[in-house]
């Protein structure tokens, strides 16, 4: 069963970084595109950031500039640094992926277990 395992939050004051890594586990075909959600008590989630297996990445605006998002293909792995973070970046960050088991058969989103980051004024 394919796994994602997040590490990397925590609580930092504002203005502060704090950098999230999230790896998938597989034995068998492999991660399309993978992303960053968080989501706070009584909101949906959104999505923070996304990025294609060929690297193509897309931010909400409210982190365009602070936050970074990056991927080993080889490790499986993404990554999220966040710069400059504020209040209201607080919440439950996720992991997010496309698996696709192989040629034939139709992917499928994976998530991670979340993380939380409380960012203090």
């Known amino acids: 069963q394919v796994q994602l395992g997040e590490s990397g939050g925590g609580l930092v004051q504002a203005g502060g970084s704090l950098g999230l890594s999230c790896t998938g586990s597989?034995?068998?075909?492999?991660?399309?595109?993978m992303g960053w959600y968080r989501q706070v008590p009584g909101k949906q989630r959104e999505v923070v950031a996304t990025i294609t297996s060929g690297g193509d990445t897309d931010y909400a605006d409210s982190v365009k500039g602070r936050f970074t998002i990056s991927r080993d293909n080889a490790k499986n792995t993404v990554y999220l640094q966040m710069n400059s973070l504020q209040p209201e970046d607080t919440g439950v960050y996720y992991c997010?992926?496309?698996?696709?088991?192989?040629?034939?058969?139709?992917?499928?989103?994976?998530w991670g277990q979340g993380t939380q980051v409380t960012v203090s004024s």
């Open positions: 597989r034995t068998i075909g492999s991660f399309k595109a």
């Open positions: 997010n992926a496309q698996y696709k088991p192989g040629p034939f058969r139709a992917p499928y989103d994976v």
